[in-house]
């Protein structure tokens, strides 16, 4: 294994980290196996998080990497600008035949962000296309997350994420989010109230006019701002209200298809669907970057109707369907097949979710959620300062060696859907461990 720590960390501005911190204390992993990784001191790491959401089926896939290697040696790229190779096609259609009923036809693009920017611009293609140009208006949620694009932060509902980039997108509005720590806190799976808040939806409506909105975005399970689990009857109000004036719904499932609550997708696991998903993450097991936007026949069945020969839709990327992508993603979907790694997360998730709530009564814990193989414990802020405590949390779990998340003072625990009932054990004695160790 190669232990070298580059002598240089300033040129790689990394994303969505203090980079100056992590500069002068770095945390490098050089390698990844099953459900660890290995740091450049040698030292194993438990992988409580999947990478980011995202490795579902563990580190270090044999199968996925000979499928790479394979696909760079026959055929290292094609376009699909107008020529195009089988294994996107067979890719797609393995996806929409694990999607519930409609959701037929896949856009691929490179990440969960250019799958939303996609799907958002379909919708406002499709009102054109149906004869409804003026429903232009996008309606995001509180809280939520839809990448990093000028798309993906409008419609989000991430302050820190938008404060910063004045020249958002304009026609925008969003719902109230549904976690409430007065009335849902500790909840285990669902929580039984706030099913109501999906009537917001009726209020913007009500302002706005039904023949303005073209589509609202929600991530069915909100990963990223600390695991909010969809309220027993929200999602199925969210889609009546939807299809009573004709708004289309997406579901940002970048997080939560392939197996993370325990299903392919959670439009399966809550038996709602969408007219748009958003997929990426878990699509090549996150070995090769790739996303797509998941549209509904009866969506795409308008773009259809342009006239022959015409290109229905101006949109795509370089890198839509590459090959090794579409290898890879193709390995990645044998895996969760055959190895059944879906029903393995749901068989898996009530002892998850005992390991999790056990962390109730560790000092600052004000709450615990849960669903499928995703969990958040929310910490009290340390004197007002946001993520300072969560922060601590999880750089002292890395030391003691499991890799988790926090975002604002949440942490976020999401496990490889391979994890044995050990691995848990383990990363909650690391969680528990680090919380008695800060102040
Ligand atoms: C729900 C959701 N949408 C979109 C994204 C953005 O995906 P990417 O980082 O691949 O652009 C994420 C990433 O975590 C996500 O959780």
Same mark, same amino acid.
């Given at each position: 294994m190669d232990t070298a720590i580059p002598n240089d960390l300033e040129a790689f501005w990394m994303p969505f980290s203090p980079n100056r911190a992590f500069k002068a204390d770095p945390r490098l992993v050089v390698k990844g196996q099953g459900v660890h990784y290995w740091t450049t001191d040698g030292r194993r790491i438990l992988d409580g998080v999947s990478g980011l959401w995202c490795v579902n089926a563990g580190h270090g896939r044999p199968e996925i990497a000979e499928a790479i290697s394979a696909q760079a040696l026959a055929l290292d790229y094609a376009p699909s600008y107008q020529v195009a190779h089988p294994k996107a096609f067979e890719l797609a259609n393995r996806v929409s035949a694990m999607?519930? &009923?409609?959701?037929?036809h896949v856009f691929f693009t490179n990440s969960g962000s250019e799958a939303v920017d996609s799907a958002l611009k379909i919708t406002l293609a499709y009102h054109k296309a149906n &004869?409804?140009?003026?429903?232009?208006k996008l309606i995001g949620r509180s809280? &939520?997350?839809?990448?990093?694009g000028f798309g993906g932060i409008s419609v989000g509902g991430m302050q820190a994420n938008r404060?910063?980039?004045?020249?958002?997108?304009?026609?925008i509005d969003h719902l109230p989010h549904t976690h409430s720590l007065e009335h849902n806190a500790f909840s285990k799976g669902q929580p039984e109230w706030g099913a109501h808040l999906a009537g917001a939806l009726e209020d913007l409506v009500y302002l706005h006019g039904a023949e303005t909105i073209a589509a609202v975005i929600v991530e069915p399970m909100a990963g990223?701002?600390?695991?909010?689990v969809p309220p027993v009857g929200y999602l199925e109000r969210l889609r009546e209200i939807c299809t009573r004036h004709g708004i289309l719904l997406i579901f940002d499932e970048v997080i939560t298809a392939f197996g993370r609550l325990g299903a392919g997708s959670a439009a399966e696991r809550f038996g709602v669907t969408p007219d748009l998903m958003c997929i990426a993450k878990g699509l090549t097991n996150a070995t090769v970057p790739m996303g797509a936007a998941i549209v509904h026949d009866d969506v795409h069945a308008v773009f259809m109707d342009a006239p022959d020969g015409a290109t229905e839709l101006y949109h795509g990327y370089t890198y839509s369907g590459h090959p090794v992508a579409s290898a890879a993603g193709l390995a990645a979907l044998d895996i969760y097949a055959r190895e059944g790694l879906f029903q393995r997360a749901a068989d898996l998730a009530p002892y998850f979710e005992d390991a999790v709530h056990?962390?109730?009564?560790?000092?600052?814990?004000?709450d615990i959620r849960n669903i499928g193989l995703a969990a958040g414990i929310e910490l009290e802020p340390r004197g007002g300062v946001p993520s300072k405590r969560a922060h601590e949390v999880f750089v002292e779990a890395f030391k003691s060696g499991a890799l988790i998340r926090y975002t604002g003072d949440v942490l976020a625990l999401s496990p490889p859907l391979i994890a044995e009932k050990d691995h848990i054990d383990q990363v909650a004695a690391i969680v528990k461990s680090a919380l008695e160790a800060v102040d």
């Open positions: 999607m519930p &009923g409609g959701l037929d &004869g409804q140009a003026s429903r232009t809280r &939520g997350f839809h990448g990093a404060k910063d980039y004045g020249n958002l997108l304009s026609d990223s701002t600390g695991v909010l056990g962390l109730r009564g560790c000092p600052h814990v004000i």
